[in-house]
């Protein structure tokens, strides 16, 4: 009896591994293809009119949007932002930033009230808001957003630099009644090859997903929402980039993506804090999954299907990888395919283990990749148990090139 569970434990552990990984990518490209209701098909292939800094009488009518960025200690990157924002293709009366300092300790409130005043920025409405004490970055969406007035909000990291016409693409998709959210792509600068495959992956993932009924989750590089949607997060929400839109989605409303909106990452990171940050998003991912539980609500369709399939099962996932693990090691003496089956993961595992523990990177593009997927699913399993036993508190703290935590959660 103990030998049949085991075997049935391990072979469902397995073929999860596998459906998470490889076929549920691959149903989703088989699915996406088949017809699609016109609404959804609209989200995604509808043509955005061409702008080009050309005014014309029709801007009246066009949704004012606002632009929060909480910050914390981002001096070094927060007047490149503010310039960035002054050269969208964008009616300036249109256009409120809100950037909202969270007890920071160096100059970013003074570089950007000074940076504001430059002739190419003049034309921008900037407010510069200092809260006194460092209370996190859900408290600072929550006191700050009663304050916006914009149609539209846009969030968005201080060191992530948008295309020039992200906002006229935005207000065009938010013309459809029934998007609550918009997603643009993530794209990093300086990027390892093993982390750049991994966003594209993700990227075609979140693409697919949206065309089944509605993108899951954000980046906080940059994601848009209509402003009269946002309902104030839980104080210990830790992945807010994704609760937040869900939250949306969860009341009726479909998060689209425009993959020619595009928010570029200039903060580069090393291993040791993308480990780190990692190990937060994994907590997040657990307390996501418990707090949305009604999107798995089999009558939501395609988005319940995409969130079992996707975040659900990511939550699961080290368990699934280590109970094949061990299960396999089990089942090895009496059964060939066990036996191999061991024989990878042990391989893979360890080589992971051992090129980290020295610091090596390996060469091949698939290596890389696995080192990334496995060091990503070990901070996964630390994070979940990290939350599950009260350690994680949910509260930000920055990732520079000096150090070791992290504000940007990346948390797709």
């Not at 076929?23 to 699915?31: C, V, W």
């Not at 570089?111 to 809260?131: D, P, S």
Request: one cysteine or more.
């Amino acid at each position: 009896m103990a030998h049949e569970i085991t075997f049935w434990l391990t072979t469902a552990s397995i073929i999860l591994v596998i459906y998470h990984h490889v076929g549920y990518p691959l149903l989703l490209k088989i699915l996406v293809r088949k017809p699609l209701t016109s609404a959804v098909k609209g989200a995604t292939t509808q043509t955005t009119p061409v702008r080009g800094y050309r005014s014309s009488a029709n801007d009246i009518d066009l949704p004012t949007i606002s632009v929060l960025m909480p910050a914390y200690n981002e001096e070094k990157w927060i007047a490149d932002k503010i310039r960035n924002l002054a050269a969208l293709d964008y009616p300036s009366n249109k256009v409120h930033v809100v950037l909202a300092c969270d007890g920071c300790t160096d100059m970013t409130a003074d570089i950007a009230r000074q940076t504001a005043e430059e002739a190419l920025c003049k034309h921008l409405n900037v407010t510069v808001i200092e809260y006194e004490h460092n209370t996190g970055k859900v408290a600072v969406i929550n006191n700050t957003m009663p304050l916006i007035q914009g149609d539209i909000v846009a969030l968005s990291d201080i060191s992530a630099l948008v295309s020039i016409d992200a906002f006229y693409i935005a207000a065009h998709h938010f013309s459809d009644a029934n998007v609550g959210v918009l997603n643009s792509r993530y794209c990093l600068i300086n990027a390892a090859e093993g982390e750049q495959k991994y966003w594209d992956y993700q990227s075609t993932i979140q693409r697919n997903e949206a065309q089944l009924g509605s993108s899951l989750g954000a980046h906080g590089a940059l994601y848009f929402i209509r402003r009269e949607l946002f309902t104030p997060l839980a104080p210990d929400t830790i992945n807010d980039d994704f609760v937040l839109p869900m939250q949306i989605v969860k009341k009726g409303f479909r998060a689209d993506i425009n993959e020619t909106i595009q928010a570029v990452e200039l903060e580069p990171t090393n291993a040791h804090q993308d480990f780190r940050r990692r190990l937060r998003i994994g907590a997040g991912n657990c307390q996501q999954l418990m707090r949305l539980l009604p999107l798995l609500n089999p009558l939501r369709g395609g988005i319940a299907f995409t969130f079992a399939s996707g975040k659900g099962l990511r939550v699961l996932m080290p368990f699934f990888m280590v109970t094949a693990l061990l299960g396999s090691a089990l089942l090895a003496p009496s059964n060939n395919f066990f036996a191999l089956a061991m024989t990878g993961q042990i391989t893979i595992y360890l080589a992971v283990g051992l090129c980290r523990v020295a610091g090596y990177q390996p060469k091949g593009s698939i290596a890389k990749a696995l080192q990334y997927l496995v060091t990503g699913h070990t901070a996964n399993l630390i994070g979940t148990l990290r939350y599950i036993t009260g350690l994680e508190t949910g509260r930000w703290t920055r990732v520079s090139e000096d150090s070791k935590t992290s504000n940007k959660d990346r948390s797709l």
